[in-house]
Structures are given as structure tokens and as C-alpha cells.
């Protein structure tokens, strides 16, 4: 008979008696063992519990990637509560519509005049026990927030409860004793889940506090880094860094080397797979929701340039806008749903997805080819018409990343009097640029249509550290603008 799987908290505690000497995570140069964070961790969930934290909890966590971050999570789930992490940076209105959906049983690191908190720092009083807690399940092993692509809150429950297995990492080509650097928030589900499988393959975790390009590079020299999951954004950030001092830097201990949660620019994949080679670099697709997945190896994205993989989990199709299957080659909805009889993947708590007999869209626009490889056009939210023609950023922003000066780039589409809508373009640049030459740098690459007719250049990366871009918000600061000058 097969053996139970413990809750994750428990397997924890084992690797902790196992390896108690072993680094277990490290961040900003400080280092917990897996014994220290076994005990650290059953003190703070007797802390919490104190608070009033129990089975089936809520705990909302709003701390930057920090070694006090996952003591949290380990705490809840000792508890057989659950982790609900958000940004840091949440501005109160929207951290408090997240938590008008389920409010927790506890709030970490932000003050609420309404629900039980402790700040940033907490630390539980010396007196309280160190000593193991009865096993505890969460129902639910974690809960994401989002906005969602119509901007309502969401909240995104896994599917399945925290006796999850150590083997969660294996089909990621993640192995036992991996050393696994984490550069991209913690409030986000690739950082969440790559964390947590770190925790229960014996990796040491190394988090960055803030992503710096320079450091990311450093600790990837410094630990001997062989597995780490990042973002088209932290890609193209680091490449110049890395190619203006490559023998500052030595990243020959990458075994696998994930990127996700956008669409990366051919360009800076191709640079990668340069630097790593073919067989280290690998993409995944697929939501929160985890309903289906696809994987692309290098040398397959360098047989099928710009895909982002074939199905390996769940099922996808692609469908025109009444609902018809899209042939290869065609542009069109995707939609995903588990494989038949499996369970679900997740739950919302708010606003869904859109639905179509039982299969769910993301709100992405893609494309099948012959071979069955499946290619990412862009959110049909962020998709506009130039002349009655449609028009993806994500492929101006593609166009414009295989400029060497370009670090980050967001394109909108504004009002036009004769065509409808053109692009926009935001450039943050490495160097100094001018509108006229970038413009003649697209024009070698891109449709003339297709090449925004204002770019604006400005001085902060346009995305953040997960590689999220506020689009709308950033189109609608851009019309504000653009009507003060109408007016004026």
C-alpha cells in the first residue's frame, strides 16, 4: 500500500531532522538552517495561533521576498492554514479589495483597523515553544491574488490541499540538493511554486530581496546556482550587465534555466540559449489556474522560433470569435481545460474566467502551427486596431527588444482621427536614443502600421520583477496626458 503523503509542513520538519545543519535559505547575506527554520517556524505558527489562526485560516501576507516571507508560509502551513501572499507594494485600495473577498484570520506585514495584524519584523515571544506541532492540512495549499484581466479582484485557490509531494519538481527538471535562486517575487505563482518545491526537495533557496541584475549575476557565481525560474524581464535586464564584464561572472552550474509569465522577445531567447545553451534553457506556459501547461525545450524553440511549446498537462484549442476551431496558422482564442477526469486545478473566490462549455480562456490570443506547437500572439485585452487591422505589442515590444540599448519597452495603442488607433511606445533605454532612430530600427522589422508613431522615453524599467506590466493603467496616464495637450 502506498504510503500517505505528509502535509508540507511535516516534510519540513523532516528534512530538518534529516540535514538539520544544511542551509535551508538564504537572503540579503543571512542564512537559516534547516533545523533554525523548522524551530523558528513551529514558534511563529504558536504565535499565530495565539492571533487566532487556524485549520482552513486565511493568513494574508504582505512582505517583500524575505527570509521572514517564508517562515510565514511554513507557519501557516503547520497550522493547516492557508498562505495568501501579496505584493508589498499593494496600495491600500486594491489590498483592501482583495481582502473584502475572504477576509483572513491574520494580516502580515500591514496594519488593518479591522483584522488582526502584526507588522514587518514580527518576532514571536522567546517563551513560546520551539518544540513540534500536531500535523496539520490546509484544505488549500495556497491562494494567489489578482486583478485579473477585466481588473476585478480575484482570488485563485489551488485545487488541491498541502500534502503535496516532494516530486512536484521533477517534471521541471528539478533535482534533490538543487541550489535554486529566486529573483522573482514571492507573490507571484512562479515564485510561490518554485519556492515551495525548493522547500521540499532539499534545495537551498537563495531569494532576492529586490532584483538587481548585478547581484543576480553574483549569486548565481557565488552559490553555484543550478536551477532558477525567471521572467523575459529579468532576461533582458541582465544580459548587458553580463556582456559587459563575462568574466566577472560564471554561470556554468545552470542545469535549468525556466522563463515564464510573458512572452520573451526571440531576440533575448536566442541570447540566452547562447549563453547556457539549448539544453539548460526552457519556457512554460500556462495560468495560475494550472488547468494545462506547455513546455519547449531550447532546441525545440529553435526548430519552432517564437513558440511557446507543446500541451504536456491539461488540454488547449484555439477558437475564432463564435466559438469555432481555429485551423493551424490562424489566429485566435486559447482556451485550456484539465484533462478529462482529473481534478480541478483551482477555485475562484470573485470574478471568473471566461468559459466556453467548460473550457477557459486567460485572455490570450495565440495560434497552433502544424506540428502542434503553440504560439502566443498577445492578451486580447491589450490588442488594438491600426486602420482595421490588428495589431499585437507584444510583437512591436518583441521588435523593439532586438535593439542592443533597449532594457525595457511597454506599447499601447492611443486614438488616431484617421486610423482608429496607432502605437504608442514606451522605451527605457540603456543608452541615449532618439523617436527617429528607433523608429528606423522597426522599420527594418515591423510593418510600417505597426511602428508607433510616438516614442517616449523614460528613465524606470516599465515592468516589474515578475515581469507584469499595468497596461491599462499606463495607457490611460498616457491619454491624460495626451488630452491636457489637446486642450492646451
Request: net charge negative; glycine share 10%; with cysteine.
Amino acid at each position: 500500500m502506498t504510503e500517505p503523503i505528509p502535509p508540507i509542513g511535516t516534510q519540513i520538519s523532516a528534512l530538518a531532522a534529516l540535514a538539520p545543519d544544511e542551509p535551508a535559505v538564504t537572503c540579503d547575506g543571512r542564512t537559516l538552517t534547516r533545523a533554525e527554520l523548522d524551530r523558528s517556524t513551529n514558534r511563529l505558527a504558536r504565535a499565530y495561533a495565539a492571533l487566532g489562526v487556524g485549520v482552513g485560516d486565511y493568513v494574508t501576507m504582505v512582505l517583500p521576498n524575505s527570509i521572514e516571507w517564508i517562515q510565514a508560509a511554513v507557519a501557516c502551513w503547520k497550522l493547516g492554514a492557508v498562505p495568501q501572499p501579496l505584493s508589498a507594494r499593494l496600495p491600500d485600495a486594491e489590498l483592501q479589495g482583495l481582502l473584502d473577498l475572504r477576509p483572513p484570520a491574520l494580516l502580515v506585514g500591514r496594519q488593518h483597523a479591522e483584522i488582526p495584524a502584526v507588522p514587518a519584523g514580527f518576532i514571536p515571544d522567546p517563551e513560546l515553544s520551539d518544540e513540534p506541532l500536531p500535523e496539520a492540512v490546509s484544505p488549500v495549499w495556497k491562494a494567489m491574488g489578482s486583478g485579473g484581466s477585466t481588473g476585478r479582484p480575484k482570488l485563485i485557490e489551488s485545487g488541491g490541499d498541502s500534502r503535496i509531494p516532494a516530486a512536484i519538481g521533477y517534471p521541471l527538471g528539478a533535482q534533490e540538493g538543487d541550489t535554486t535562486l529566486m529573483p522573482v517575487p514571492l507573490s507571484h505563482n512562479t515564485g510561490f511554486t518554485t519556492a515551495t518545491i525548493a522547500l521540499l526537495m532539499r534545495h537551498h533557496l537563495v531569494l532576492m530581496s529586490r532584483f538587481d541584475p548585478h547581484q543576480f549575476l553574483r549569486l548565481i557565481t557565488e552559490h553555484g546556482v543550478t536551477f532558477l525560474t525567471t521572467v523575459p524581464t529579468i532576461m533582458q535586464r541582465t544580459l548587458p550587465v553580463y556582456h559587459a564584464e563575462p568574466d566577472s561572472y560564471d554561470l556554468s552550474s545552470i542545469r535549468r534555466f525556466w522563463h515564464l509569465g510573458a512572452p520573451c522577445p526571440p531576440a533575448v531567447k536566442q541570447a540566452w540559449i547562447d549563453l547556457l545553451g539549448p539544453e539548460v534553457v526552457w519556457e512554460l506556459y500556462g495560468g495560475t489556474e494550472l488547468q494545462a501547461l506547455t513546455f519547449i525545450s531550447g532546441d525545440q524553440w529553435l526548430a519552432h522560433r517564437g513558440s511557446v511549446g507543446i500541451v504536456v498537462a491539461g488540454e488547449m484549442k484555439v477558437l475564432d470569435d463564435d466559438g469555432n476551431p481555429c485551423e493551424p496558422g490562424e489566429v485566435g482564442e486559447i482556451y485550456m481545460r484539465p484533462s478529462p477526469g482529473s481534478a480541478p486545478t483551482y477555485r475562484y473566490v470573485g470574478a471568473t474566467a471566461k468559459s466556453r462549455d467548460g473550457w477557459d480562456s486567460l485572455g490570450d490570443l495565440g495560434y497552433f502551427d502544424a506540428d502542434g506547437f503553440l504560439y502566443i500572439s498577445d492578451r486580447r485585452v491589450d490588442m488594438f486596431t491600426v486602420g482595421g487591422r490588428n495589431v499585437y505589442p507584444a510583437e512591436i515590444e518583441s521588435a523593439l527588444a532586438e535593439h542592443p540599448d533597449v532594457l525595457s519597452c511597454l506599447v499601447v495603442g492611443v486614438p488616431h482621427e484617421d486610423l482608429g488607433q496607432v502605437p504608442y511606445a514606451l522605451v527605457h533605454a540603456g543608452s541615449p536614443l532618439d523617436e527617429q532612430a528607433v523608429q528606423d530600427f522597426l522599420r527594418g522589422r515591423i510593418a510600417g502600421y505597426k511602428v508607433p508613431v510616438t516614442v517616449e522615453f523614460v528613465d524606470t524599467p516599465l515592468r516589474d520583477d515578475a515581469g507584469k506590466a499595468r497596461r491599462s493603467a499606463v495607457r490611460e496616464e498616457i491619454m491624460a496626458r495626451l488630452r491636457l495637450l489637446d486642450a492646451g
